[in-house]
């Protein structure tokens, strides 16, 4: 098992830079996958970045280009580095893991959840 824990979120202007980071416990990080999810009020959740237990990295669309996913396994420690940011990247940024899989974007491939860190980007 895993627990998960997301900090660095903030209230930013549009065009800033943010990096979020996820703290994890529990062992064998290195055998986890994980990734980035984010959810606005009243909308789904959504996948915005996944790092694979195999060094692979995945994107969404919408965020490639800006975002960055990164992890660092001596540490136990997944970040997102958020560049550029816009007002419609506001919302509860989620850290996910699942055991040995690859990354996918599907909410229900991620067994285990962090309760997310708040970024708010205004105008």
């Known amino acids: 098992q895993v627990q998960l824990v997301e900090s660095g979120g903030s209230v930013v202007q549009s065009g800033d830079s943010l990096k979020l980071s996820c703290a994890a416990s529990?062992?064998?990080?290195?055998?986890?996958?994980v990734a980035w999810f984010r959810q606005a009020p009243g909308t789904e959740r959504e996948f915005v970045a996944g790092f694979s237990f195999t060094g692979t990295t995945l994107y969404a669309d919408s965020v490639k280009g800006r975002f960055t996913i990164s992890r660092d396994n001596a540490k136990n420690m997944v970040y997102l580095q958020l560049d550029s940011l816009k007002p419609e990247d506001t919302a509860n940024y989620l850290c996910a893991a699942r055991l040995w899989d690859t990354a996918t974007p599907y909410v229900t491939s991620y067994s285990y959840w962090g309760r997310g860190t708040q970024v708010t980007v205004s105008s």
């Open positions: 529990g062992r064998s990080f290195s055998s986890y996958t």
